[in-house]
C-alpha cells in the first residue's frame, strides 16, 4: 500500500470518530437554528456596516460606536445560543484531534518514530508563525 492510500485510509479512520460525528451533528443543529442564522445574519451586516463607516474619510466616532456595540450584543447573543455553544466545543474536540494528526505526521517526517512521537510534548499551536520549531 502506498502512502496516498494509507493517507484516504487515515482520511476514513478520521470520518468515523466520534468526534467527527459529533461535529457534523452540531454543524447540521447550527445550520437549522432559524434565530440563531437570523442572528448570525444580523451580526454580519452589522459588521459591513461597520466596515462601511470605517472606510469613510470623514468617519462619525457617534455611529461607529452605536455600529460597535451593536454589533457585540448580537455577538454576545449567538456566543449564549445552546447550539452555537455545543458546535464550539465539539469543533474544538475536533480541531484538537486533527492538530495532534498533523503533530504525528510532522514529526514522523522530520525523522521521529512513529510509534513513539509525542505531538503533546512539541506543543504546536497549528500556526508556524508562533512555531518554537518542528523543522
Do not use: W
Not at 466596515?51 to 449564549?80: C, F, G, H, P, V
Not at 475536533?94 to 505531538?119: V, Y
Not at 510534548?121 to 508556524?128: D, K
Amino acid at each position: 500500500m502506498n502512502v496516498i492510500e494509507i493517507t484516504r485510509e487515515l482520511g476514513k479512520a478520521i470520518q468515523s470518530d466520534p468526534r467527527y460525528a459529533a461535529y457534523l451533528a452540531a454543524r447540521e443543529k447550527n445550520d437549522s437554528d432559524e434565530e440563531l442564522q437570523k442572528l448570525i445574519g444580523e451580526f454580519n451586516v452589522g459588521r459591513m456596516q461597520l466596515n462601511r463607516e470605517m472606510s469613510k474619510t470623514d468617519k462619525d466616532q457617534a455611529k461607529l460606536d452605536e455600529l460597535n456595540t451593536k454589533i457585540r450584543d448580537i455577538y454576545a447573543d449567538i456566543m449564549r445560543n445552546e447550539n452555537m455553544a455545543a458546535f464550539n466545543n465539539a469543533k474544538t474536540e475536533f480541531d484538537d484531534m486533527i492538530l495532534e494528526i498533523d503533530q504525528i505526521i510532522r514529526l514522523c517526517a522530520n525523522g521521529a518514530d512513529p510509534a513513539t512521537c509525542d505531538p503533546k510534548a512539541a506543543s504546536c499551536t497549528g500556526s508556524c508563525s508562533t512555531c518554537g520549531g518542528c523543522h
